[in-house]
Structures are given as C-alpha cells and as structure tokens.
T-cell receptor, first 113, second 113 residues
C-alpha cells in the first residue's frame, strides 16, 4: 500500500540555518505530494504541493521538488526563522482508487534564536 | 467564525462516560473528515463524509460513532473509550473528496482516564 516516510525528529537548528527535512514515499500510479505544517495549538495547514514529477512547490520560503526517480519530496528552506518552529508532515494522495491523504509521522522542528 | 472550528479544545473523560466532539466548517465545503493524531504515529484517517454520506470508515472501533447532519457539521460520539484512545482528534473539510486541499481545525485534545 501507499506510505510516506519522514526523517525522524526532533530537529533543532539556529536561526538563519539551512533546513532539509527528508521525505520518501511508496505509491502506485502518480501520486500528488504535499507538505503540511502544524504550529503549536493549531490544526494542519497546507504549506506546499506538487502534482507531477519535477514540479516544485514553494511557499513562505520553503521549497520541495517532486523527484519520481528517487521517490522523494524533501522540504528545504535556505534561512529558517524562530517562527518556523512547528511540526511538518509530508503526505501523498494517490491518483487512483481511494481519494485520501496518507501522512508521514511528522517531524518536529525547533528554531533557536 | 472562519475556517474549521472544533469544540471542545480539551476533554478529559472516564472510560464509562459518553461525550461528543463537534466540528463546524464555514468554507462551503461538502466533504468532512475525522483524523486521529497520536504521539509518534502518522496521522490516521478515521472517517470521511461526502455530501453527508459516509464514504469511508477505516476499521475504527464501534466505540467511535460519527454523525454528519449536514455539510457544515460533523460530530464524533464517544462511549466506553480506552486509555489508548487518548489523542488529538482533528477534523478537516474539503470541496469534494477528489480535491486534495483539506482544511484542518485546531483539534480536540482527548484524555481518557
């Protein structure tokens, strides 16, 4: 079945550091890929998405490129801020069959000033 | 109110209690979802409602009983829960289940004692 694997957290960085959170997936067909973010005390918010191979999703300085050859969708940001502290979830939506999101386990990110 | 709201935000209940979680969406969507978020586990989809009909039930125990009286409201009725049911319960909505952009509420933190 479909699955998403994220790098284990927690991840702690200093402000202005470069961020990478790895995400790989297993899916049939051609899934759409997403990153969701959950700030403390809030629900999940869609951060960015990519619907086909080689697409790059971007938002708020974050980027992720859909790599079909490596089945990956790593999240990157060149210079993180304290306000980026949150839990980040990678997810996929299969292009066939059940129309539902499959989430990774989440990666907690803490940015220190 | 805007977006997706959930009440209560926190709930503590005994194993013999009966309680209900409420979700309301103000986005004009026609699909609603219940998810369970447990520590160190991927987000688990519990139920999906589309146009007020239940379209998915992911082998959830019968002690969880969903109700969708209209496209704006979703309930999760709880009875005789177990301590392992303690988790954050998230509600989400979308415009059709085929659309992938789900909007999440802030969740209800449930503790079963």
């Amino acid at each position: 079945g479909n699955s998403v694997t994220q790098m284990e957290g927690p991840v702690t960085l200093s402000e202005e550091a470069f961020l990478t959170i790895n995400c790989t997936y297993t899916a049939t067909g051609y899934p759409s890929l997403f990153w969701y973010v959950q700030y403390p005390g809030e629900g999940l918010q869609l951060l960015l998405k990519a619907t086909k191979a080689d697409d790059k999703g971007s938002n708020k300085g974050f980027e992720a490129t859909y790599r079909k050859e490596t089945t990956s969708f790593h999240l990157e940001k060149g210079s993180v801020q304290v306000s980026d502290s949150a839990v980040y979830f990678c997810a996929l939506k299969d292009s066939q069959g059940a129309q539902k999101l499959v989430f990774g386990q989440g990666t907690r990110l803490t940015i220190n000033p | 109110e805007t977006g997706v709201t959930q009440t209560p935000r926190h709930l503590v209940m005994g194993m013999t209690n009966k309680k209900s979680l409420k979700c309301e969406q103000h986005l004009g969507h026609n699909a609603m979802y219940w998810y369970k978020q447990s520590a160190k586990k991927p987000l688990e989809l519990m139920f999906v409602y589309s146009l007020e009909e239940r379209v998915e039930n992911n082998s959830v125990p019968s002690r969880f009983s969903p109700e969708c009286p209209n496209s704006s409201h979703l309930f999760l009725h709880l009875h005789t829960l177990q301590p392992e049911d303690s988790a954050l319960y998230l509600c989400a909505s979308s415009q059709g289940t085929g659309f992938y952009e789900q909007y999440f509420g802030p969740g209800t933190r449930l503790t079963v004692t």
